[in-house]
């Protein structure tokens, strides 16, 4: 078998090195390599074995590799002869064997690592070991390189254990053990076959659990944690699959020395491994800050709310036991990109934990220091204020969904992004058919997507944006859409946004548009508006008189506000609207019954709008009759589309970013 004698050699090498393994090295009596050793053969070795371990009073280490042997449902037979598919009886028994081993009398535990194909079948029966000489007085750890089902490949169990116990595997403690931490490693290692283990703990008393070897990643010098380390080992066996650099220094010494002799296929491979010096460097510094500034201040639930606000993927930030400090620099690290020099992911990390810290607008010292160093000063505080931004007055996350049609009636995707404050974490696209049933769903998944952040947080999701283009837009309130059953403004506050700005409408360009938002926003920020102004039936007798009044009045001059439709041409005239107002206002119907009333209602109460309006047909909903003086009622006869500052600068970061999918977005991109 290719690599076999290799892979034993390598293993026997780090369980016997007193740093490592810490296993007692017999010479030849611990190491049996051949391809006739016979069945006998074996058992006498492992007998003696056991012998001497009982003597010592430590644990027995057992590695069996080559060659499986067996059947569904039928133990696992070790190819001693040499020879595949002999009887039986010319091989060894691997469960009677462990059993054996189990019940020899004074044997403390054994520790069994078995790499052959079928090695699933090594698991001894359970009786075997609780009712054997020894009664169950034992520990047992047994690793397997496969299902009793499955073939095994070119040593993978035996090369990659011996690969991570040379490493270490940091935050693992001292020791490693056949545990979470050791499974969870191999199988990032492992492709094609599936290792496993089997665990038995009938000590009598009280002591050491079993452990495999010393954890050298507790004792190495600048040690690396796991998420590093995999970045390293990724890069350096593009190298070199032989090549084992564990440390920052052992990877600066490789790169001296080779500096001069990458070349031809070998040098994109050598530039990668010199950016991952460069990210353990940052992710360093990174650290050594972040312990120092943030780390007395920080827990679980903040270090992960301040991993969410940092762009990082939530299969990432949910991860059971928490994420540590290290754990999280590390993967913005070596996963957030680093384009052009541009940490950005890492930046925005610690924005995240100065925003989770409490230190509002103001950076630390320390964190000064650090992000000119890095060069990302101006990164860092903007995503900061983006982050204590309250649009609504309040830290609350906010999802904004905009319906994207087919130049037609027809809606095809609803592109979701989360915000919190002004800060966008993530966006996902939910396509969407012809039927209505099928924008149901879309909204649903959307409003779905966003519950887990939202539940990392703390906090409820009560804002909803939904942007619309024009034809969907007077077709269909978007708090009318049902989700789970639901209005959509039933339980949320929902402002209506037209997507001009984000799809412009012909012989227009996205900076047109955004030109045209800075301008309607002239009026709003006028702090003495106190309406706006409501277009008389004869301005609207047709597109071309509307155009002609609105030629006199600048782009964002005058909020325009409308209690009757025109008889024709709605969809034309709202267009024509909607390009020159940043808050349209309309009504539900073809028009309003008591018009005096909703103009002074909408007046009263236009500093508190959009919301208010939300708010007055939530209670028209839910049966709640007016209160004596309060005129908040007439707000639901009226809709509106808002323009104000915080959709703007949530279209100027859309018309930066690329067109593309989400999922065809870098994660450095969607942070």
């Not at 000489?133 to 035996?158: H, I, P, W, Y």
């Not at 020791?175 to 094609?192: N, Y």
């Not at 920020?525 to 309406?531: A, E, I, K």
Request: hydrophobic share 40%; net charge negative.
């Amino acid at each position: 078998m290719d690599g076999l004698e290799d892979a034993a050699r390598a293993l026997h090498a780090v369980l016997v090195d007193p740093k490592l393994g810490g296993c007692v090295d017999r010479g030849a009596d611990s190491l049996l390599i051949g391809t006739s050793l016979g069945k006998s053969q074996v058992h006498e070795a492992v007998e003696q074995a056991a012998q001497v371990a009982q003597r010592d009073g430590g644990p027995l280490v057992l590695a069996l590799l080559g060659h499986g042997e067996g059947a569904e449902g039928a133990p696992l037979y070790f190819v001693t002869s040499g020879r595949k598919n002999a009887p039986p009886l010319s091989n060894v028994n691997v469960p009677s064997l462990l059993g054996d081993a189990l019940n020899h009398p004074g044997l403390t535990g054994v520790i069994a690592i078995v790499d052959t194909c079928l090695s699933g079948g090594a698991v001894p029966a359970t009786p075997v070991i609780t009712s054997g000489r020894q009664e169950g007085n034992v520990r047992f750890s047994l690793l397997f390189a496969a299902t009793a089902k499955e073939e095994a490949f070119d040593m993978r169990l035996s090369t990659e254990l011996t690969r991570l116990i040379e490493e270490g595997l940091p935050g693992a403690g001292k020791v490693l053990k056949v545990d979470d931490d050791l499974m969870e490693q191999l199988r990032e290692r492992i492709h094609g076959q599936q290792p496993g283990r089997s665990l038995f703990d009938g000590g009598p008393y009280f002591g050491d659990a079993l452990w495999l070897a010393r954890n050298r990643a507790a004792f190495l010098n600048r040690a690396l944690g796991s998420i590093a380390s995999k970045a390293v080992r990724d890069a350096v066996r593009r190298i070199d699959a032989n090549l084992r650099l564990s440390t920052e220094d052992q990877l600066a010494a490789w790169l001296k020395e080779n500096e001069q002799t990458a070349c031809g296929g070998s040098w994109a491979a050598v530039h990668r491994l010199r950016e991952v010096q460069a990210e353990l460097e940052v992710g360093r510094k990174t650290l050594n800050v972040a312990n120092k500034v943030f780390g007395p201040g920080l827990t679980e639930d903040s270090l992960r709310l301040a991993s969410m606000l940092a762009g990082l993927p939530l299969h990432f930030v949910q991860h059971e036991p928490p994420r540590t400090l290290r754990d999280v620099v590390e993967y913005a690290a070596h996963h957030g990109g680093t384009a052009a020099g541009q940490h950005r992911a890492l930046a925005h990390l610690v924005a995240a934990m100065t925003h989770v810290t409490g230190h509002g607008d103001q950076l630390p010292e320390d964190v000064v220091i650090w992000a000119q160093d890095l060069e990302l000063t101006a990164t860092v505080n903007s995503r900061l204020r983006e982050l204590n931004h309250q649009p609504h007055g309040e830290w609350a996350p906010r999802l904004v969904l905009v319906l994207a049609d087919d130049g037609g009636e027809r809606v095809v995707r609803v592109d979701a992004w989360l915000l919190f404050g002004q800060a966008v974490l993530g966006n996902q696209r939910f396509p969407c058919g012809p039927r209505n049933e099928d924008l149901k769903s879309a909204l649903t998944e959307a409003v779905a997507w966003v519950a887990p952040w939202a539940n990392i947080a703390g906090k409820r999701l009560r804002y909803i944006d939904v942007a619309v283009p024009t034809l969907a837009l007077l077709d269909c309130p978007p708090e009318e859409h049902v989700v789970r059953r639901q209005k959509l403004g039933v339980n949320y506050t929902v402002t209506t946004r037209w997507s001009g700005l984000l799809t412009p409408p012909p012989g227009a360009t996205v900076d047109d548009m955004l030109q045209v938002g800075e301008q309607l926003l002239v009026s709003l920020d006028d702090s003495n508006c106190s309406g706006p102004k409501w277009l008389r039936v004869e301005q609207l007798g047709s597109v071309e008189q509307l155009q002609e009044y609105l030629s006199n009045h600048g782009f964002g001059q005058q909020v325009w506000a409308l209690t009757s439709l025109p008889e024709t041409d709605w969809d034309f005239v709202a267009q024509e609207l909607l390009e020159h107002t940043p808050a349209l206002v309309w009504p539900r119907q073809k028009d309003v019954s008591d018009k005096q009333v909703t103009k002074a209602s909408v007046g009263k109460h236009w500093q508190a709008l959009p919301q208010q309006i939300a708010h007055a047909y939530r209670q028209q909903l839910s049966g709640v009759g007016q209160s004596r003086d309060d005129d908040l009622g007439p707000l639901a006869a009226v809709r509106v589309a808002w323009h104000d500052n915080d959709w703007q600068v949530f279209c100027r970061r859309r018309a930066r970013a690329a067109v593309r999918a989400p999922d065809e977005m870098t994660s450095k991109e969607r942070a």
